[in-house]
Protein backbone atom coordinates (compact mmCIF):
# COMPACT_ATOMS: atom_id res chain seq x y z
CA UNK A 1 0.00 0.00 0.00
CA UNK A 2 1.00 3.65 -0.68
CA UNK A 3 0.10 6.87 0.90
CA UNK A 4 0.70 9.98 0.49
CA UNK A 5 1.66 12.79 3.38
CA UNK A 6 -1.08 14.62 4.62
CA UNK A 7 0.70 17.44 4.31
CA UNK A 8 0.77 17.17 0.72
CA UNK A 9 -2.59 16.50 0.23
CA UNK A 10 -4.07 19.77 2.23
CA UNK A 11 -1.99 21.80 0.05
CA UNK A 12 -3.59 24.87 -1.38
CA UNK A 13 -1.70 25.70 -3.58
CA UNK A 14 -1.99 22.62 -5.97
CA UNK A 15 -3.60 22.79 -9.36
CA UNK A 16 -6.13 20.38 -10.51
CA UNK A 17 -3.89 19.19 -13.01
CA UNK A 18 -0.71 18.95 -10.26
CA UNK A 19 -2.91 16.74 -8.10
CA UNK A 20 -4.31 14.30 -10.78
CA UNK A 21 -0.23 13.81 -11.53
CA UNK A 22 0.68 13.34 -7.67
CA UNK A 23 -0.81 10.11 -7.02
CA UNK A 24 0.13 8.66 -10.85
CA UNK A 25 3.41 9.75 -10.02
CA UNK A 26 3.84 7.98 -6.45
CA UNK A 27 2.13 4.83 -8.02
CA UNK A 28 4.36 4.49 -11.00
CA UNK A 29 7.99 5.73 -8.54
CA UNK A 30 8.01 3.55 -5.36
CA UNK A 31 8.19 -0.03 -5.10
CA UNK A 32 9.00 -1.78 -2.27
CA UNK A 33 12.77 -2.29 -1.12
CA UNK A 34 14.05 0.21 -4.22
CA UNK A 35 14.57 3.96 -4.38
CA UNK A 36 12.03 5.94 -6.24
CA UNK A 37 12.08 6.03 -9.96
CA UNK A 38 12.45 8.79 -12.14
CA UNK A 39 9.86 9.32 -14.80
CA UNK A 40 9.28 11.31 -17.89
CA UNK A 41 6.85 13.97 -18.96
CA UNK A 42 5.43 12.16 -22.35
CA UNK A 43 4.73 8.76 -20.10
CA UNK A 44 2.72 10.73 -17.53
CA UNK A 45 1.27 12.46 -20.15
CA UNK A 46 0.03 8.92 -21.55
CA UNK A 47 -1.15 7.95 -18.61
CA UNK A 48 -2.98 10.80 -17.56
CA UNK A 49 -4.51 11.09 -21.46
CA UNK A 50 -3.49 14.43 -21.42
CA UNK A 51 -1.67 17.04 -23.46
CA UNK A 52 2.27 17.28 -22.82
CA UNK A 53 2.60 20.47 -22.80
CA UNK A 54 0.48 21.03 -20.18
CA UNK A 55 1.83 18.20 -18.11
CA UNK A 56 5.36 20.00 -18.82
CA UNK A 57 3.78 22.94 -17.60
CA UNK A 58 2.56 21.43 -14.34
CA UNK A 59 5.83 19.10 -13.64
CA UNK A 60 7.61 22.14 -13.54
CA UNK A 61 5.39 24.15 -11.23
CA UNK A 62 5.72 21.20 -8.93
CA UNK A 63 9.79 21.38 -8.85
CA UNK A 64 9.28 24.98 -8.38
CA UNK A 65 6.94 24.26 -5.25
CA UNK A 66 10.14 22.12 -3.99
CA UNK A 67 7.57 18.41 -4.11
CA UNK A 68 9.31 17.05 -7.17
CA UNK A 69 12.76 17.42 -8.55
CA UNK A 70 14.20 16.81 -11.77
CA UNK A 71 17.91 14.80 -13.20
CA UNK A 72 19.46 14.32 -16.47
CA UNK A 73 19.53 11.13 -18.02
CA UNK A 74 21.88 10.43 -21.11
CA UNK A 75 19.73 7.70 -23.33
CA UNK A 76 20.63 7.46 -27.24
CA UNK A 77 17.91 10.41 -28.23
CA UNK A 78 20.04 12.68 -26.10
CA UNK A 79 20.10 14.28 -22.49
CA UNK A 80 16.17 13.69 -21.27
CA UNK A 81 14.67 15.51 -18.11
CA UNK A 82 12.94 13.50 -15.75
CA UNK A 83 10.99 13.70 -12.84
CA UNK A 84 10.94 12.05 -9.13
CA UNK A 85 9.36 12.91 -5.90
CA UNK A 86 11.35 14.77 -3.29
CA UNK A 87 11.66 13.27 0.17
CA UNK A 88 9.39 13.62 2.83
CA UNK A 89 11.32 15.72 5.08
CA UNK A 90 11.27 18.33 2.56
CA UNK A 91 8.06 17.68 1.21
CA UNK A 92 7.33 18.59 4.81
CA UNK A 93 8.92 21.75 5.31
CA UNK A 94 8.05 23.26 2.17
CA UNK A 95 4.24 22.63 3.06
CA UNK A 96 5.13 24.55 6.48
CA UNK A 97 6.70 27.77 4.24
CA UNK A 98 3.80 27.83 1.65
CA UNK A 99 1.16 28.34 4.75
CA UNK A 100 3.42 31.08 5.91
CA UNK A 101 3.79 32.66 2.35
CA UNK A 102 1.00 35.37 2.30
CA UNK A 103 2.14 36.89 -1.60
CA UNK A 104 1.57 35.09 -4.40
CA UNK A 105 4.86 35.08 -6.68
CA UNK A 106 4.86 33.65 -10.62
CA UNK A 107 8.21 31.50 -10.60
CA UNK A 108 7.54 30.69 -14.03
CA UNK A 109 7.28 33.53 -16.79
CA UNK A 110 9.16 30.66 -18.80
CA UNK A 111 9.17 27.36 -18.39
CA UNK A 112 12.68 27.15 -17.06
CA UNK A 113 13.11 30.82 -16.10
CA UNK A 114 12.35 32.37 -12.65
CA UNK A 115 11.57 35.49 -11.76
CA UNK A 116 14.73 37.70 -10.90
CA UNK A 117 16.09 35.80 -14.50
CA UNK A 118 13.23 37.32 -16.23
CA UNK A 119 13.60 41.14 -14.58
CA UNK A 120 17.77 40.55 -15.93
CA UNK A 121 16.11 39.30 -19.35
CA UNK A 122 13.44 42.10 -19.35
CA UNK A 123 16.70 44.38 -18.97
CA UNK A 124 19.04 42.79 -21.43
CA UNK A 125 15.90 43.00 -24.03
CA UNK A 126 15.21 47.29 -23.57
CA UNK A 127 19.00 47.51 -23.56
CA UNK A 128 19.58 45.80 -26.83
CA UNK A 129 16.14 47.61 -28.61
CA UNK A 130 17.81 51.10 -27.30
CA UNK A 131 21.03 49.85 -28.90
CA UNK A 132 19.22 49.00 -32.10
CA UNK A 133 16.88 51.78 -32.41
CA UNK A 134 14.02 49.06 -32.69
CA UNK A 135 10.52 49.45 -30.04
CA UNK A 136 10.51 48.26 -27.04
CA UNK A 137 7.17 46.28 -27.66
CA UNK A 138 9.67 43.86 -29.41
CA UNK A 139 9.82 42.40 -25.79
CA UNK A 140 6.07 41.85 -25.04
CA UNK A 141 5.74 40.17 -28.37
CA UNK A 142 8.86 38.18 -27.40
CA UNK A 143 7.17 37.39 -24.50
CA UNK A 144 3.69 36.40 -25.19
CA UNK A 145 4.61 34.03 -27.83
CA UNK A 146 7.46 31.95 -25.87
CA UNK A 147 4.87 31.76 -23.21
CA UNK A 148 2.20 30.30 -25.52
CA UNK A 149 4.82 27.68 -26.77
CA UNK A 150 5.76 26.74 -23.28
CA UNK A 151 9.39 27.53 -25.01
CA UNK A 152 12.85 26.20 -22.89
CA UNK A 153 16.16 27.55 -23.91
CA UNK A 154 19.29 27.87 -22.23
CA UNK A 155 20.32 30.93 -23.38
CA UNK A 156 17.13 33.39 -23.61
CA UNK A 157 19.57 36.54 -23.98
CA UNK A 158 20.57 34.75 -27.27
CA UNK A 159 17.06 33.78 -28.04
CA UNK A 160 16.03 37.24 -27.91
CA UNK A 161 19.09 38.81 -30.38
CA UNK A 162 17.65 35.98 -32.63
CA UNK A 163 14.54 37.64 -32.49
CA UNK A 164 15.31 40.75 -33.23
CA UNK A 165 17.35 39.72 -36.28
CA UNK A 166 14.38 37.86 -37.10
CA UNK A 167 12.04 40.71 -36.59
CA UNK A 168 14.75 43.18 -38.84
CA UNK A 169 14.63 40.66 -41.62
CA UNK A 170 10.52 40.77 -41.84
CA UNK A 171 7.84 43.03 -42.55
CA UNK A 172 7.11 43.82 -39.19
CA UNK A 173 7.72 47.78 -38.15
CA UNK A 174 10.45 47.00 -35.68
CA UNK A 175 11.92 50.73 -36.02
CA UNK A 176 11.01 52.50 -33.26
CA UNK A 177 9.68 56.26 -34.14
CA UNK A 178 12.00 59.89 -33.37
CA UNK A 179 9.27 60.12 -30.48
CA UNK A 180 9.44 56.76 -29.19
CA UNK A 181 13.12 56.99 -28.43
CA UNK A 182 12.83 60.41 -27.23
CA UNK A 183 10.61 58.55 -24.62
CA UNK A 184 12.93 55.94 -23.80
CA UNK A 185 15.36 58.02 -22.75
CA UNK A 186 16.21 58.71 -18.89
CA UNK A 187 14.36 61.56 -17.31
CA UNK A 188 16.12 64.82 -16.26
CA UNK A 189 15.48 63.46 -12.50
CA UNK A 190 17.06 59.48 -13.21
CA UNK A 191 20.22 61.33 -15.18
CA UNK A 192 20.33 63.55 -11.80
CA UNK A 193 20.53 60.31 -9.53
CA UNK A 194 23.08 58.62 -11.20
CA UNK A 195 25.01 61.81 -11.09
CA UNK A 196 24.59 61.71 -7.28
CA UNK A 197 25.51 58.53 -7.56
CA UNK A 198 28.72 58.78 -9.11
CA UNK A 199 29.38 62.00 -6.83
CA UNK A 200 29.45 59.53 -3.70
CA UNK A 201 31.69 56.87 -5.46
CA UNK A 202 34.24 59.52 -6.12
CA UNK A 203 33.97 61.06 -2.45
CA UNK A 204 35.00 57.88 -1.19
CA UNK A 205 37.75 56.60 -3.71
CA UNK A 206 40.38 58.83 -4.45
CA UNK A 207 40.99 56.20 -7.48
CA UNK A 208 37.71 56.37 -9.14
CA UNK A 209 37.15 57.86 -12.27
CA UNK A 210 33.94 59.47 -13.57
CA UNK A 211 32.25 57.33 -16.36
CA UNK A 212 32.73 59.06 -19.97
CA UNK A 213 29.00 57.59 -20.67
CA UNK A 214 27.03 59.22 -17.72
CA UNK A 215 23.63 58.10 -20.03
CA UNK A 216 24.56 54.50 -19.58
CA UNK A 217 24.23 54.66 -15.97
CA UNK A 218 21.20 56.86 -15.95
CA UNK A 219 19.53 54.17 -17.71
CA UNK A 220 20.40 51.70 -15.00
CA UNK A 221 18.72 54.04 -12.73
CA UNK A 222 15.80 54.02 -15.29
CA UNK A 223 15.57 50.06 -15.35
CA UNK A 224 15.25 49.78 -11.43
CA UNK A 225 12.29 52.71 -11.91
CA UNK A 226 10.18 51.51 -15.04
CA UNK A 227 11.06 47.40 -14.71
CA UNK A 228 11.78 46.40 -11.08
CA UNK A 229 9.10 49.26 -9.54
CA UNK A 230 11.31 50.99 -7.50
CA UNK A 231 11.09 55.13 -6.69
CA UNK A 232 13.64 57.58 -6.52
CA UNK A 233 13.02 58.19 -2.76
CA UNK A 234 14.02 53.57 -2.37
CA UNK A 235 16.83 54.48 -4.67
CA UNK A 236 18.61 56.74 -2.78
CA UNK A 237 17.71 55.10 0.34
CA UNK A 238 19.88 52.43 -1.18
CA UNK A 239 23.11 54.35 -2.16
CA UNK A 240 22.64 56.47 1.58
CA UNK A 241 22.95 53.06 3.08
CA UNK A 242 25.83 51.49 0.57
CA UNK A 243 27.72 54.49 1.71
CA UNK A 244 27.01 54.66 5.59
CA UNK A 245 29.10 52.97 8.32
CA UNK A 246 26.51 49.91 8.17
CA UNK A 247 27.08 49.46 4.13
CA UNK A 248 30.47 49.68 3.98
CA UNK A 249 31.14 46.20 4.41
CA UNK A 250 29.18 45.62 0.68
CA UNK A 251 30.32 48.67 -0.82
CA UNK A 252 32.92 46.90 -2.83
CA UNK A 253 30.22 44.83 -4.63
CA UNK A 254 28.76 47.59 -5.94
CA UNK A 255 31.52 49.80 -8.26
CA UNK A 256 29.13 51.07 -10.86
CA UNK A 257 25.57 51.31 -11.91
CA UNK A 258 24.86 48.29 -12.87
CA UNK A 259 25.92 46.32 -10.29
CA UNK A 260 23.52 48.92 -8.34
CA UNK A 261 20.63 47.31 -10.21
CA UNK A 262 22.03 43.80 -9.68
CA UNK A 263 22.34 43.88 -5.71
CA UNK A 264 19.24 46.59 -5.50
CA UNK A 265 16.96 43.99 -3.75
CA UNK A 266 19.11 43.08 -1.43
CA UNK A 267 20.00 46.59 -0.98
CA UNK A 268 16.42 48.08 -0.60
CA UNK A 269 16.24 44.95 2.03
CA UNK A 270 17.88 46.75 5.34
CA UNK A 271 16.52 50.44 4.47
CA UNK A 272 13.17 50.28 3.40
CA UNK A 273 10.40 50.09 6.14
CA UNK A 274 7.13 48.06 5.07
CA UNK A 275 4.73 49.26 7.85
CA UNK A 276 2.67 51.08 5.79
CA UNK A 277 3.92 49.79 2.38
CA UNK A 278 5.77 52.51 1.05
CA UNK A 279 7.93 55.45 2.30
CA UNK A 280 7.23 58.36 1.56
CA UNK A 281 9.30 62.26 1.67
CA UNK A 282 7.07 65.04 4.01
CA UNK A 283 4.78 67.00 2.74
CA UNK A 284 6.64 70.03 0.78
CA UNK A 285 10.14 67.94 0.60
CA UNK A 286 11.58 68.05 -2.77
CA UNK A 287 13.94 64.92 -2.90
CA UNK A 288 16.35 66.97 -5.05
CA UNK A 289 16.71 69.56 -3.42
CA UNK A 290 18.11 66.67 -0.49
CA UNK A 291 20.60 65.75 -2.82
CA UNK A 292 21.74 69.10 -3.58
CA UNK A 293 21.92 70.46 -7.37
CA UNK A 294 25.21 70.76 -8.93
Same mark, same amino acid.
Given at each position: ????????? #???????????? %????????????????????????????????????????????????????????????? /??????????????????????? #?????????????????????????????????????????????????????????????????????????????????????????? /????? %?????????????????????? /??????? /?????????? #??????????????????????????????????FRDGAAKLPDGINIFDIIG??
Amino acid at each position: MITLPISLI #DREDLTLLERAL %LPLIVRHSFSWGEKSKPLSASFLAQSLRHSTPEVVHALDALVAKKILKTIREKTAEGVMIL /YVMEPIQTLQSSAVLVANTTQYS #DNNHYLNLSNEAFQELHVYALEACDREGLRRELFDDFNLYHRSENRRSFDWHAEFERWIRRSLSSNVPALASASQIEESKPSSEQFEMAQ /YFIRR %LASVDPQFEEPFDVMSWARQIQ /YLIQTDN /YTLLDIKSGI #DWLFSAKGDWFRPNVPDAFHLRKHFKRLIAHTRSFRDGAAKLPDGINIFDIIGRK
